[in-house]
Structure formats: structure tokens, C-alpha cells
């Protein structure tokens, strides 16, 4: 090729059926890493019972498990840059589904083999990083101007995913639980993860990750003069080295991956607390039968699903840092009224629906706000390690609660103190990160693009 053909090269266009194909995959994506998530604190109690497991025990071993989560979870952000989103969709989503086979064998691997297949999951909960990077830029990258208007909205559709997979855990829980077992039931999750994993194959690659590919090979190549300027054409910055982990922690990255790590890890106390071991809360703050608690999560992720859709559109209109901020801050004050109020069961029902729809909700934003915040170079490893460290909060939250508990505490004061407050704390965290950065569209970019509106982002 020669070098005019170099320096005019330029990726495919994004068609509107790619875009809805990605879309579609990615919501079912995250939905069914979700149902594996959210399926092991429905069952814990379950478990705990099987393994002969008290309640401390059975927090500890959360604890424990959150941590390997962390760690399996950062893997997620060097396979996006290197290898691209959609191999980062279908790596994520197939660990989603290992982790949920696996689990079948709790009763019968020692607790530190128990520990290692659920530190799995960690893949699946990076997975809406993966989604958050990769939308971002199809998005970004579209000819439509009805999406480019309406994107956080779209995304919101997709980060739905959490309270379905949460209502999908929670409703064939009921229905299979007396049917196949526990044990059962993790099969049964793990087919839909592998079936999306195989499906990621068909996706369309991002424009601004096949750019950066392309820039690459050029440097590689030694076509340094070329590269420089398909940069300048494209507006791409950075492509001359190659990514690490520690980028995301130098310049004006710092100040993105701070505050949104930081209000990821609190908001996550809360996750953890009010999602994962919801039907523990419920049943041991307001005596609610476990068959009761099922009926509650079920309830309180459809108004959920509400949450995203309507945090996904505040977004698009009053910028999402704010949306998200908002969000959080309520959630923390409505569940502080939920463990202190009375244990009449539509009171309760009430006020974790309603805390719920500001705990969650804000995700239809905070992803495709992290996938905004990274330029592309960097974008699937800033993603994937604000999405990763989220679990950390997990880890503190069950750590501090089974000390609690451990000496005499009671769950009230446990999810108050290690739910409802960090889910205040974390809107506020959000609130320092950078206000309305953008992902620069490399087929439509012109040179210094990404310098302006990195600038326009302060």
C-alpha cells in the first residue's frame, strides 16, 4: 500500500444493524454475568446450610471471594487493548459461565477450591466495563445522529441487564430451586453465558480500536512519518507506545481513575449489602421468610429496571457525572429509612424497591461515563480496572460485617453502617471526577480533535 493510501486510510463505517446486534449481545451479556453474580447470594443461605456454614462463615467466605474476584477481574482490561472489545466480551462472558458451572461442585471441593471458581465471577462482573469501552465507541462512531443524541439512553437499555439478570436469578431460583437443587441451578446459568461468549465472535470491532491496530502496525512496520500523520487525520493521541495498566494513573488520567475507583469501591459496600445479600438483610433486619425475600428482590429489580432507563435518560440531558452523584446520595438516604423503619412487608417493600431504583439505576450511567473518560489507547484498561475494583468494596463491606456480627452486632447496624452510608459517600466521590469528557470519533475526527475536546472535558 502506498503511503497516500496509508495516511488515507480510514475504518468501515458503522452500519445501524451492527450497532443493534452489538447492542442486543451486550445487554444479554451482562444480564447473564449478572444472574451468576446475584445467583450466589440468593442461594448462599442454601449453601452455608449444605456446608454446614453459620452466618459469620458464610461472610467470611464472601470475603475471600470477593478478593479473587478482584484480581480475576483486572485481567479483563489488557485483553480489551490488546486483543480488542468484542474478544474482551466473549473472554468476559465466558468466564461469567465457567464460574456458574463450577459452583455446582461446592459440596464436593475443599472451601479454598470453592473460593478459586467463584473468584471466576470476577470476569463477569468486568464485563460491564468491556460493554461500557465498547459502546462508548460504537456509539461515538455512528453516522446517526438519533444515536449520537440518545446514546446514554440506548446504554441505559443495556446496563438493564443487572436487574434482569437479578429478577432471572431470583424467579427460576423459585421455580427450580425445588426441582434440580442449588446445584442444579448454577448449571442451568452457566448455558446462556457460553451460548453469548460464542456469539461475540459476530460482532463488529470498534472503529477507534481497529484505528489504534492500524497505527500500530504502521509503527511496527517503521512507517513512523505514516503513523504520525493517519494520527493527525484520525486524532488519536498517545499511539506510539503501547498501553500498561499504568497509564491509567498518569496526567490527566489520574484524577478520572481516582475518583470514579474510589466511588465504584463505596457504591459496591451497598451492592453488596442490598443485592448480593439482600434476602440475608431482609430476613435477619425485618424477619421476612426467605420465600418472602425472593418476592422482594423479584419486586424491587422491575422498578429497577425503571431506575436505568430513567438515570440513562437524565444523563443524555443533564450530564451524567450529576445524574450519577444524585442517584447514589438518595439511595443511601431511602435504605437508611428502609433498616429503620417498621416491618410492615409493603413498607419494606417500598422502600427497597425505591432504594434500589438510586442504588442501581445510576449504572445505566456510570459505565458509559467510565468508557467515556479514557481516551482510546488506554479506554478497555480504564474501564476494566474501575469496573474490577468495584469488588473491593464487597471485600470491606463482608469483611466488616462478619467482625460485626462476629462480636455480638446485629444486621441492621451492619447494613447502615457498611451499606447505607458508603452509598452516600460514593455520589460524593463521583463528584470530583471531570465533568462532560467525549469519545472522539476517529472516522469523523479532524486534526487536534482529541487535544479540543479533552480541553472542552476540564
Known sequence: MSIQNETDWRPAPVTNRQIKFATVLAFFAWAFAVYDFILFGILLPEIGRDLDLDTAEQAELVTWMAIGAVLLGLLAGPVVDKFGRKAGMAFTTAGAGIASALTALAAVVPLWGLVAIRSLSGLGLSEQGVNGAYLSELYGASDDPRIKKRQGFI????????????????????????????????????????????????????????????????????AHQEAE?????LGIEEHETRSTLADIFRGRSLRTTLSL??????????????????????????????????????????????????????????????????????????????????????????????????????????????????????????????????????????????????????????????????????????????????????????????????????
Open 155 to 222: 446504554y441505559s437499555l443495556v446496563q438493564g441487564g443487572w436487574p434482569v439478570g437479578a429478577i432471572l436469578a431470583a424467579a427460576l431460583t423459585a421455580i427450580l430451586l425445588p426441582i434440580i437443587g442449588w446445584a442444579g441451578c448454577f448449571v442451568f446459568a452457566a448455558i446462556p453465558s457460553l451460548i453469548v461468549a460464542a456469539l461475540a465472535r459476530k460482532l463488529r470491532e470498534s472503529p477507534q480500536f481497529q484505528s489504534v491496530q492500524k497505527l500500530r502496525r504502521l509503527q511496527d512496520k517503521g
Open 261 to 458: 475507583s474510589m466511588g465504584h469501591i463505596l457504591n459496591f459496600f451497598s451492592v453488596q449489602v442490598f443485592s448480593v445479600l439482600g434476602t440475608t438483610v431482609l430476613v435477619n433486619v425485618h424477619n421476612v421468610s426467605f420465600t418472602n425475600s425472593l418476592a422482594i428482590l423479584l419486586m424491587s429489580n422491575v422498578i429497577a429496571y425503571l431506575g436505568y432507563l430513567t438515570h440513562g435518560f437524565l444523563g443524555d440531558r443533564f450530564g451524567r457525572r450529576n445524574v450519577i452523584a444524585f442517584g447514589w446520595i438518595t439511595g443511601g438516604i431511602v435504605f437508611t429509612a428502609m433498616i429503620f423503619g417498621p416491618s410492615d412487608f409493603w413498607t419494606v417493600v417500598a422502600l427497597y424497591s425505591l432504594g434500589t431504583f438510586f442504588l442501581i439505576g445510576p449504572y445505566s450511567c456510570v459505565l458509559f461515563f467510565v468508557g467515556e473518560s479514557f481516551e482510546t489507547r488506554i479506554r478497555g484498561r480504564g474501564a476494566a480496572f474501575v469496573a474490577a475494583v468495584g469488588p473491593i468494596g464487597a471485600i470491606l463491606s463482608s469483611a466488616l460485617a462478619a467482625t460485626l456480627l462476629a462480636n455480638d452486632g446485629t444486621w441492621a447496624t451492619a447494613a447502615f453502617l457498611f451499606g447505607a452510608i458508603p452509598c452516600a459517600l460514593s455520589g460524593v466521590a463521583v463528584l470530583f471526577s471531570r465533568k462532560h469528557p467525549h469519545v472522539v470519533d476517529p472516522v469523523h475526527a479532524h486534526p487536534g480533535a482529541a487535544e479540543v475536546e479533552t480541553e472542552l472535558a476540564d
Open 229 to 233: 500523520q493517519l494520527s493527525a487525520s
